[in-house]
T-cell receptor, first 113, second 113 residues
């Protein structure tokens, strides 16, 4: 079974602080993704990666950075957190052999006060 | 650009009734299409996927979807719903070799007994 692990699962941060959300996958997938989920918006893509050393902007990258230091790890970085970044963040991994699919982590709930 | 529209934010059906959740996509080429389900406080899980071949695809737990190219639609169906089907359902599209997967806003399904 494919496994994607996110940490922390819950985080409370202060406005202006730095937040790092981490994601680890044991699937040996090339592609990894960060989405945020908000009521009324569904899942929106923040950043994604094709492999170690690569990061790509998704649909809503402003205010976020991403880092892919290895095949297994993909981090989402909020350098100056704002209350509007309060959300649930999901990491996913996948490969596109055939039609492919994404495997999701269980989510990280971030509250910025 | 690619996009997905799920016109129904909420759907309520009685247990044992049939179900259709609507999805329309926008993509100029041949899309990869997916339906995912999210149970409370969990990540997303794949229900079914389509790229080519028979336009009616079968998924897990009795779900199926039909790709209608002329209508740019990929509606999800189930003949008889169970209370455990209550969840949020997301339609998603990916285009060609691009790794970017775009989700709709989701439809929250409530099954009443």
């Amino acid at each position: 079974e494919a496994a994607v692990t996110q940490s922390p699962r819950n985080k409370v941060a202060v406005t202006g602080g730095k937040v790092t959300l981490s994601c680890n996958q044991t699937n040996n997938h090339n592609n990894m993704y960060w989405y945020r989920q908000d009521t009324g918006h569904g899942l929106r893509l923040i950043h994604y990666s094709y492999g170690a050393g690569s990061t790509e902007k998704g649909d809503i990258p402003d205010g976020y950075k991403a880092s892919r230091p290895s095949q297994e790890n993909f981090s989402l970085i909020l350098e100056l957190a704002t209350p509007s970044q309060t959300s649930v963040y999901f990491c996913a991994s996948g490969d596109w052999g055939g039609a492919g699919q994404l495997y999701f982590g269980e989510g990280s709930k971030l509250t910025v006060l | 650009a690619q996009s997905v529209t799920q016109p129904d934010a909420r759907v309520t059906v009685s247990e044992g009734a049939s179900l259709q959740l609507r999805c329309k996509y926008s993509y100029s080429g041949t899309p990869y299409l997916f339906w995912y389900v999210q149970y409370p406080r969990q990540g997303l899980q794949l229900l079914l996927k389509y790229y080519s071949g028979d336009p009616v695809v079968q998924g897990v737990n009795g779900f199926e979807a039909e790709f209608i190219k002329s209508n740019s639609s990929f509606h999800l169906r189930k003949a008889s719903v169970h209370w455990s089907d209550s969840a949020v359902y997301f339609c998603a599209v990916r285009g060609g070799s691009n790794a970017k997967l775009t989700f709709g806003k989701g439809t929250k399904l409530s099954v009443k007994s």
